[in-house]
């Protein structure tokens, strides 16, 4: 009995804690290049995967061609939002930059309805793969296929910021803007990179999010304070601790869900983030690379 609690626990765990893991990723990105949190980092799912959507019934997406799509409306709606936050308040108080991004949010979300409407939407499975079984471990399609597209992620995204003279550069600026401007690295195209690169996280966990329980209108918000739970949890230091971070609070939530209820769910997910505030200070990782 035990065993098969913990089977379903890691196997919706492991699927939902992938999706977090790629919107904490967004955070720290943003956080580390800004000192930022950019609370539309939710409507950037929200409106990647909807994009996709119209798209992928426009056109027949294969795999490779649904990743590049993805991948692109995240990477223009991730910029577009630093060109309409950030980008036009560069010198304003950290607060107002703060609310600039809660109003996208609910802008973005009001379009969202606008464009789609309320009915949820079914985003196909672009990249199917088969359900794994080892003992008592079972890992259904849609989590190892979400885990896949995660781990992809952030391998490609670690690689580029470590071996890449542009994602060097946007290291050198979350460690210390003012040196990384001494050195000849540009600070405002790093942070706007920082967005455009959140944005196709967010994207990507759309694609890995949309076929399991469908997009709805105003699952950004949520989804996106999941991310921000997920990125304290890591602590906004190194891309595999805020990744682990979301795994961590998916398999959280999915025990709280099979122990008490959705509901309840939700309201204790909401204290541990109260709980991280206030006893693990955001500002614990800032002189640790990204």
């Given at each position: ?15 939902l804690?992938a ?12 956080y ?21 959507f119209?798209?992928?019934q426009?056109?027949?997406?294969g ?5 590049l ?11 577009l ?21 809660v ?7 009001g ?7 309320k009915n949820p939407l079914?985003l ?13 471990l ?19 995204l670690?690689?580029?910021?470590t ?15 003012l040196?990384?401007r ?15 690169l ?7 966990a759309?694609?890995?999010i949309g ?8 699952m ?12 304290t949890?890591?602590g906004y230091?190194?891309l ?17 869900t099979l ?19 206030v ?8 002189r640790?690379?990204?």
């Amino acid at each position: 009995m035990l065993g098969l609690y913990l089977a379903q626990a890691v196997n919706s765990g492991l699927a939902l804690g992938a999706v977090y893991g790629l919107m904490a990723l967004g955070f720290a990105l943003v956080y580390n290049s800004s000192r930022l949190i950019n609370f539309a980092q939710g409507e950037l799912l929200l409106l990647g995967g909807l994009v996709l959507f119209s798209v992928s019934q426009a056109f027949q997406l294969g795999p490779l061609t649904a990743l590049l799509a993805a991948g692109a409306f995240g990477f223009a709606l991730g910029h577009l939002l630093y060109a309409s936050t950030l980008g036009v308040l560069l010198g304003a108080q950290p607060l107002r930059q703060l609310m600039l991004t809660v109003a996208a949010s609910l802008i973005w979300q009001g379009a969202a309805i606008l464009i789609w409407g309320k009915n949820p939407l079914k985003l196909d499975q672009f990249i199917a793969l088969p359900a794994f079984r080892m003992g008592p471990l079972f890992l259904s399609a849609n989590t190892l296929t979400s885990l896949a597209l995660a781990l992809a992620s952030v391998a490609t995204l670690s690689a580029f910021l470590t071996f890449t003279r542009t994602g060097r550069a946007i290291r050198a600026v979350s460690m210390n803007a003012l040196a990384a401007r001494l050195q000849g690295v540009n600070p405002v195209r790093a942070q706007a990179l920082s967005f455009a690169l959140s944005g196709m996280l967010a994207a990507l966990a759309a694609m890995a999010i949309g076929p399991q329980t469908m997009l709805r209108y105003d699952m950004g918000f949520g989804l996106g304070l999941k991310g921000f739970v997920a990125a304290t949890l890591g602590g906004y230091s190194s891309l595999s601790r805020v990744f682990a971070g979301g795994l961590a609070l998916g398999v959280i939530e999915a025990c709280l869900t099979l122990s008490f209820s959705a509901d309840l769910k939700e309201t204790l997910t909401y204290s541990l983030l109260v709980a991280l505030l206030v006893f693990s200070p955001l500002e614990r990782g800032r002189r640790e690379k990204v």
